[in-house]
């Protein structure tokens, strides 16, 4: 287990074998408690990968998990959302300390159902790890009081009506989430506003040097490793906050540099084309046209 390569689990039986857990009671999902967790591995995986989902709830644990480069000490009770295939670790001591409840679902209960398709919708499970739901009481009780129904139902005698509802419980619990993500994009102004501070800076820099004309315009990857967030936690506060897209804002800097360049000096368009990163004309124009509703050449001209 020590070395480099990710510890892959494939099965909920098998994950459950691996953390000493009792055999889960259905294949496909299952919901433990972390108090049932006492310990891990002497020669824990320096990594782990699930080929299922895992939504958990944790509070006051004496560890610490990395996922997406970043580390998290959950020292409060946090929600975070783990997707099939993503690489994450666990740091602690052999004895854990830790309370709340863990869901997990693999991609075949969700076979045939429209979920399987739009669970893909919920881009928090790409988040980072430090980008962690953080809940209130209320809204604790409530997802956990989900959990707890997804847990009696599927213990309970399977019938034909248990996998329908268990999906139906289970889509509520993933908007119910959505919507406190969208909650805490408002209530965390401070945080989220200087985010918007420093994508401004950082863009400002990016198109105030030579940058444009050797690497062409910035990504959205590029922006969202500067910020050292995932792109589409940056995508969904964005969109929250202003109701843009990271792309949008990105070509918004662009419009505005152009308009400074079109303005300002005497280089011709594919001139500035060129200096603000595009191989063609044609393409600038063509974006600025569906920006401004006006070639580069007749704003120009509208200066004179």
């Known amino acids: 287990m020590a070395n480099q390569q990710p510890y892959r689990i494939k099965t909920i039986s098998e994950f459950h074998q691996f953390r000493n857990l009792p055999k889960p009671e259905h294949p496909l999902i299952s919901v433990y408690n972390f108090e049932d967790l006492k310990s891990l591995h002497e020669d824990e995986p320096k990594s782990l990968m699930l080929d299922f989902y ?15 480069q970043q580390e998290y000490d959950f020292d409060d009770g946090v929600m975070i959302f783990i997707s099939p295939g993503q690489v994450f670790s666990i740091h602690a001591n052999a004895q854990l300390q830790h309370s709340g409840w863990s869901l997990l679902v693999h991609p075949d209960f969700l076979w045939n159902t429209p979920l399987a398709k739009t669970i893909k919708k919920y881009e928090y499970f790409d988040y980072s790890v430090h980008e962690a739901l953080l809940l209130s009481d209320k809204e604790e009780n409530i997802v956990t009081g989900i959990a707890k129904n997804i847990d009696q139902e599927y213990r309970s005698n399977i019938d034909h009506f248990s996998q329908d509802i268990i999906i139906a419980q289970l889509e509520v619990l993933l908007n119910y989430c959505e919507r406190f993500y969208h909650r805490q994009f408002l209530t965390r102004k401070i945080t989220n ?38 792109p589409n936690y940056l995508s969904s506060l964005l969109k929250v906050l202003t109701g843009q897209s990271t792309q949008q804002h990105i070509h918004d800097k662009l419009i505005e540099k152009a308009k400074e360049k079109l303005t300002t000096t005497n280089l011709s368009i594919s001139e500035i084309a060129y200096e603000l990163g595009f191989e063609h004309s044609q393409s600038f124009s063509k974006l600025f046209k569906s920006k401004i509703n006006i070639s580069p050449l007749e704003f120009r001209q509208s200066f004179n």
């Open 54 to 68: 895992s939504i958990a709830l944790k509070r006051n644990v004496n560890a610490k998990m990395k996922y997406g």
């Open 193 to 230: 506003h200087k985010i918007l501070d420093r994508l401004e800076d950082i863009l400002n820099d990016y198109f105030n040097s030579d940058a444009l004309s050797k690497k062409g315009l910035p990504t959205v990857q590029y922006i969202a490793e500067t910020l050292n967030i995932s």
